[in-house]
């Protein structure tokens, strides 16, 4: 039976670099016989639109029928002073809501051939690969009562709720430990326990799923020291497993530490390891239409869609090996352009990797 | 009239680096004569263990009392299984709350002497020179409701609520936007307007206020990328306007990038200029009572305390030129050490301060 994945380019650079990504996928469909079967649709400002929504109904519908997604990005000025509640973004959380995608995996990884573009000393970053596991579904993203109003007094006022069940920290935790393991071991939970309610139960719950996994060292930190450490020594870290919001900012840190977040891939799992797949960086409006964005980081999310939902790992494998490989042939897109190297564009980087694959 | 400072010693290294710093009050004292009159109480782990709360009402109603408090830092494993409600830190979020400490001033300065001491490479570093204004008293540090409970299903949950008001953002949004006039008048606001309420309200009032600084550049930037900034490229920043939550985060990310956190003092000030000061590290229980902490930000905390609090700016110079010259002469301690310097202790540190100046 074929599987079904969803494509969703979004905005900005979205579709440039998703069209790059789906050359690929179509190669990997074909050279590993994978009967893929590609459908499209929108999400984001692109969906706005054409729906009136920044994520339809029927496009909801589509993607809980997928077996994976893959998404460009969403966003953009032309829908800044839209009403808030049909902004851009919320497409992108009501779908990773709807879909139950609580496991957000976030690779920072340091690849050798840019080891310089990093704003970090290279023996600081050298050889960094951390992977930052994110809870996505819930936290202050979700929590309920949130509000906007006027006091009695006249005063404007709004707040937001930041809630934590037992459960939902567990299957994140577990995401973390079962990451550690098949990586080296260790995993640092990020919190602020010492001052949030929130975080002392996240803490009290990711002890308690740690007794099943003996083999994984773990530690725990506060966010503040999290941040700092990131940059002082990043390598002390193996995998990170923190709530919706610290992982936001943690993940964007670490991914920067790279100096190639034109690079980085992500995934976004539910219980069952159904996943949208998408880059960590944004739709980047600036650039958008010039067919010079980096179609890597969405072509590596093609990567990890093969490995995560499909269990496909010399596909996966080939996909990495292939823009490694490009990358040894000096070809860099303008963000992670060096001395030396040839600058290319969206698509010469894409065909370069379909041909490399 | 005599003035009075409160000093609160507190934990780990907090004693030994607040002795050095009082030296250099009493000298500046009596040499400007300042008329200060010092009075000692207790704070965090050190009033758990004398009064049996982490801030007793006597030390708050003295702190009340007094024209401005040093503290040293509070914390550390003695009192790490200890009921959450009466931890160390609760005596800090406390103290700055009842005292109405909203305006907190962390700035992140790169000493040009210390220019390798930075994981980030020289020339990303050289010169920064950033402000981070730091909302302290209000947003989820203190709001309510916040609880621990048991639902019915017999799942544990917690939750921590966000609130802000227009009269709290618009009394921080002004000390950003003053702290900016006297420095490069660019001001950035962090939030994370497109996902929370509360960020929406905060951007909307920095933006009213922003139309009595027309001199001001202001942008709005979110956390996240935020976080990604200060690693890429933290010269863009001049001063940052963020909330509690965020700003502790990023505060401590950005003093970490000039590599020296041994150096950075900070400020926490009410609506009169009355304040509490103390240095942006912690209460490092590792190397305490060694003699080897650096008192330097505690003493640099004394000069910020001399120009917010005493608006005596000559003395406050001073002695940020007399710890210039100490780094001038090459002396060090462990934190800052570097190849070609003589490393000293503490006191040592503190009495070529007071020998400086
Ligand atoms: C666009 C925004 C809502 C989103 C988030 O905050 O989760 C983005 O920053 C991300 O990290 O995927
Ligand atoms: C000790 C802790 C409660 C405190 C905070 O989070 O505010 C500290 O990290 C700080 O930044 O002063």
Redesign the interface.
């Known amino acids: 039976m074929s599987k079904k994945i969803l494509v969703l380019p979004g905005d900005g650079i979205g579709p440039e670099i998703v069209a790059e990504a789906v050359k690929v996928l179509e190669l990997a469909n074909s050279k590993y016989s994978l009967d893929f079967e590609l459908s499209y649709d929108e999400l984001g400002g692109a969906a706005v639109d054409k729906y009136g929504v920044p994520l339809a109904d029927e496009t909801l519908a589509r993607a809980r029928e997928a077996d994976a997604i893959l998404l460009g990005a969403v966003?953009g000025p032309k829908w800044d002073a839209i009403d808030?509640a049909i902004?851009p973004?919320r497409g992108l959380?009501r779908i990773r809501s709807e879909l139950g995608l609580f496991g957000n995996l976030r690779p920072a990884l340091l690849y050798p051939q840019l080891a310089d573009a990093s704003?970090?000393?290279r023996e600081?970053v050298a050889g960094l690969d951390i992977l930052i596991v994110r809870e996505l579904t819930g936290g202050?993203?979700f929590?309920k009562p949130?509000?906007?109003k006027v006091?009695e007094n006249g005063?404007?006022?709004?707040?937001?709720?930041?809630?934590?069940?037992?459960?939902e920290v567990r299957r994140i935790a577990r995401v973390g430990f079962d990451m550690a393991m098949v990586r080296n071991k260790k995993l640092c939970s990020v919190d602020?326990a010492?001052?949030?309610?929130?975080s002392?139960?996240w803490r009290v719950?990711v002890e308690e799923v740690a007794k099943d996994y003996p083999e994984v060292e773990l530690s725990h930190m506060y966010?503040?020291?999290a941040?700092?450490?990131?940059?002082?020594?990043p390598k002390q870290f193996d995998v990170i497993v923190t709530d919706n919001?610290?992982g936001?900012?943690?993940?964007?840190?670490a991914?920067?530490?790279t100096g190639s977040?034109g690079m980085l891939p992500s995934a976004s799992l539910d219980a069952d390891n159904k996943g949208m797949y998408e880059p960590c960086h944004g739709s980047a409006p600036d650039i958008a239409g010039k067919g010079i964005a980096n179609p890597l980081a969405t072509i590596l999310s093609v990567s990890m869609m093969l490995r995560y939902s499909f269990a496909q790992a010399a596909a996966a494998d080939a996909i990495e090996q292939a823009v490694s490989n490009v990358l040894d042939q000096g070809l860099r897109t303008g963000d992670i352009q060096s001395e030396g190297c040839r600058q290319v564009g969206t698509r010469e980087m894409g065909d370069a990797v379909v041909e490399a694959l």
Chains 1, 2 share one sequence.
């Open positions: 966003g808030p902004r973004e959380l704003s970090l000393k600081i202050i993203y929590g949130r509000e906007s006091l005063e404007r006022m709004a707040y937001d709720t930041l809630p934590y069940s037992e459960s602020k010492n001052v949030l309610a929130s002392q139960l719950v966010v503040d020291n941040a700092m450490q990131l940059v002082r020594a919001m610290f936001d900012i943690l993940s964007d840190e991914s920067m530490l977040i």
